[in-house]
């Protein structure tokens, strides 16, 4: 009886463990979203010629997105609020 308690909790619980690697996927995705926007508008050389200059920070921020996007992530939002460009939807 109590191996059958013991499996039934370990079945319920399985799937909540790879929760977490599901949510940093898509911080990751949400982060390559903002990257590409940023570099789409912001950091290309139409953008520079509006008057628009590259941001060490954010290019800093674009190579963390695979490694460490819960850090870029708040980097490009203001980056992308600050150039008045709408952010990607999450999700």
Request: hydrophobic letters at 45%; proline letters at 4%; aromatic letters at 6%.
């Amino acid at each position: 009886m109590r191996n059958v308690l013991l499996l039934s909790m370990l079945a319920f619980l399985a799937p909540a463990a790879n929760l977490p690697a599901f949510a940093q996927s898509g911080d990751v995705t949400y982060c390559q979203a903002l990257a590409q926007k940023y570099q789409r508008y912001v950091g290309d050389s139409d953008a520079r010629r509006k008057g628009q200059m590259r941001d060490s920070k954010m290019d800093a921020a674009i190579a963390q997105c695979s490694s460490n996007s819960a850090a870029a992530i708040p980097v490009l939002e203001q980056g992308l609020r600050d150039a008045k460009i709408e952010l990607p939807s999450r999700g």
